[in-house]
Every structure is written in structure tokens, then in C-alpha cells.
């Protein structure tokens, strides 16, 4: 199946380049959805982004001659993907919106953690006690940065973790998913999810609809370009090069949230930010280094 990949280093530095290049886009992408929230009821801002981009993946479909209807995709793992899809992308979208971007993108690392304990427990693979245990320290770093505990705890920074635990679902609902679905028909639907996001909470945000003008549109016209070319980069940096190679830059994304965060939004970065952040990465490069040696 994976025969067609390359893994000389040549392709291993390719395929990196690409994850560092989606990760840098998804980074935009939540900044330019952030900003259009400033202007627009966060329903309308979800919508608007997940039309635009289901319009684009279903114009690749008909370019490539794929069936957006394949029967597969009223199989019991899409439709659970379907349904994590949905609360990962509304409460994730509310964090960025409600919640300093930084934090959000920092908790939102966390997500390869829950991908690996997911598969220990639900698809009986393999985990031994080390990787358990940097499971564990990842999820203490959640825990130091959304300190629920402390005076400055808000019950907003719950929204990122909810983020974070539908991704984790969404991730793991995929790799049961019907092998004949290919990415365009993924795309599609995951932008669909989005609008149905946007529609479920327009009725518990109860704002009304507001005119768009040339600074919101681009902002949401720049966040949908830029979700849907993250998604084609990502897909191209997984299928080049090894998967064990090209995962790890998946934490570039930390660096360009964190900066787009303080640049754009005059964030603040305190101690524990940063050793929440550092027990997260960690945390997470072990288990990808420990996945290679099992």
C-alpha cells in the first residue's frame, strides 16, 4: 500500500518541507478566522469557511472524476468521523476566537497524544508503559497551561480541550475509514461538517447575520485558501517521504501560532505556557521515536 512512497533522504526533506508548509498555513488560517470573528457572529465566520472550502474540494472531485457520493460514505466510521469532526472544529473554533490563539495552539499539540492512547484502547494496539508514561506528562502539560486551579482560570481554555479530544476522534475515526475515500471526498465532507457546525450554534449564539465587508471578506476568503491548501500540503507531506520522518514537524505548527499570536494579537507568553508547552512536544517526539524503535 505504501509501496509507491519514496524514503530516500532526498524525499524525507521534501515531505518535511511540505508538513512545515501546511503547518504554517493552518497557523494562518486560524489568525485570518480570528480576525473575521472580531467582525462577524462566530456561526456565520464557521459558514462562511466551511462552504468556501467544501466548494473547493468538490470542484477538485469533479476535475479528478471522483464520486462524492461513494456509497462508503455511510459507513459507520465516516460517520463517526463525521460527528468528531464536527465538535472538534466548532469548540476549536471557538477557542481561537474566545481565547488567546497561542493557547489554543499549544493544547491543540496535544492531539497525537490522544491519537495513540485512542489506538491502545479502542483498536488494541500495542503501547508500552514508556509511551503510556509520555502520555501522561503530555496531558499534565495541558493541565499546567489551562490551570484549573489557579486565579486565572477561565472556563473558556476547556474549549481548546474539547477541540483537541474531537480532532483526536476525528483522527482515529479516519484510519478506520473506508480505504476507497480518497482526499478530496474527505476534504468535502470535513468542510461540510463545518457548515453544520456554523448552523448548531447559530442558534445558541443567537446573533444576527452581519454585512460583509472588503476586511471580513478577505479575512474569511484568505482563511478558506489557506485551510484548503494546508489540507492538499499535508496530504502531500504524508505520502513523501516516511511517515516517521515527516510527522514531527507537525510541532512547527506551535512555533507559527505562538508568533501569529503574539505578533497580530499582542498575546503574552507566561512560565507555564512555555513548560506546558515543553512537556507536550516532549512528550510527543518520544512516542514517535519510541513508535520507530516497536
Known amino acids: 500500500m505504501t509501496a509507491h512512497i519514496q524514503t530516500d533522504p532526498r524525499s524525507n526533506l521534501i515531505g518535511s518541507a511540505w508538513m512545515i508548509a501546511a503547518m504554517a498555513l493552518f497557523a494562518l488560517e486560524d489568525a485570518l478566522l480570528k480576525g473575521a470573528s472580531a467582525a462577524l457572529p462566530i456561526w456565520q465566520v464557521l459558514i462562511l469557511f466551511g462552504a468556501g472550502g467544501s466548494v473547493i474540494f468538490a470542484v477538485v472531485a469533479l476535475l479528478r472524476g471522483t464520486n462524492l457520493f461513494h456509497r462508503d460514505v455511510l459507513s459507520r466510521p465516516m460517520k463517526v468521523r463525521v460527528l468528531f469532526e464536527i465538535l472538534g472544529r466548532l469548540f476549536y473554533v471557538l477557542a481561537i476566537t474566545l481565547t488567546p490563539l497561542s493557547a489554543a495552539t499549544v493544547i491543540l499539540q496535544a492531539t497525537p497524544l490522544v491519537v495513540v492512547a485512542g489506538a491502545a484502547l479502542f483498536f488494541g494496539e500495542a503501547v508500552g508503559w514508556r509511551r503510556w508514561s509520555a502520555i501522561l506528562i503530555g496531558l499534565i502539560g ?64 443567537g446573533a444576527p447575520m452581519a454585512p460583509l465587508d472588503l476586511y471580513t471578506s478577505l479575512h474569511v476568503g484568505g482563511a478558506i485558501l489557506m485551510g484548503t491548501a494546508a489540507y492538499a500540503a499535508l496530504m502531500k507531506a504524508m505520502r513523501t517521504g516516511e511517515v516517521s520522518a515527516v510527522t514531527p514537524f507537525r510541532y512547527s505548527r506551535l512555533l507559527f501560532g505562538v508568533g501569529l499570536g503574539v505578533l497580530m494579537f499582542g498575546e503574552q507568553l507566561d512560565q507555564t505556557m512555555w513548560i506546558g508547552s515543553a512537556l507536550i512536544v516532549a512528550s510527543g517526539l518520544y512516542i514517535l521515536w519510541r513508535g520507530r524503535k516497536t
Open 142 to 205: 495541558v493541565v499546567i497551561i489551562i490551570q484549573p486551579t489557579g486565579d486565572s482560570f477561565s472556563a473558556l481554555s476547556i474549549l481548546a480541550v474539547l477541540g483537541m479530544l474531537g480532532f483526536a476522534g476525528r483522527d482515529l475515526a479516519s484510519r478506520a475509514a473506508p480505504a476507497t475515500l480518497g482526499t478530496e471526498v474527505l476534504g468535502f465532507y470535513g468542510f461540510l461538517c463545518i457548515v453544520v457546525a456554523g448552523l448548531a450554534y447559530r442558534f445558541w449564539e
